[in-house]
């Protein structure tokens, strides 16, 4: 079963960075597309990266290119979220989430297959 446990998340300033974490269990992973989503209160939930775990082929949404690194860990199974350069409209809480087929675009909320509980970061100004 696969399972996605997020963590790193936090009550930050404007401006400082976090690292968010991704821990995958249950499946080998080399031929999945790891994505990170994010919801704010009483907004839809809004595609942020994705990283193709075996070619390492990342996307990222037009409002956190440049800010944002989205890795994976091998050894560890684990997807990261860098974030630097927070603003506070990047409150919201994030989710991991993995699928297995990659027919549709990485930002498809829709095609995802498996997802974490979420981890909460919010921003001050």
């Known amino acids: 079963q696969v399972q996605l446990v997020e963590s790193g998340g936090g009550l930050v300033q404007a401006g400082v960075s976090l690292r968010l974490s991704c821990a995958a269990s249950?499946?080998?992973?080399?031929?999945?597309?790891m994505g990170w989503f994010r919801q704010a209160p009483g907004k839809e939930r809004e595609f942020v990266a994705a990283i193709i775990w075996s070619f390492g082929f990342t996307y990222y949404a037009d409002s956190v290119k440049g800010r944002f690194t989205v890795s994976r860990d091998n050894a560890k199974n684990t997807v990261y979220l860098q974030m630097n350069s927070l603003k506070p409209e990047d409150t919201a809480v994030y989710y991991c989430?993995?699928?297995?087929?990659?027919?549709?675009?990485?930002?498809?909320?829709?095609?995802?297959?498996?997802w974490g509980q979420g981890t909460q970061v919010a921003v001050s100004s």
């Open positions: 249950g499946r080998t992973f080399s031929s999945y597309t």
């Open positions: 989430a993995a699928r297995t087929s990659n027919t549709a675009r990485a930002s498809n909320v829709n095609s995802y297959d498996y």
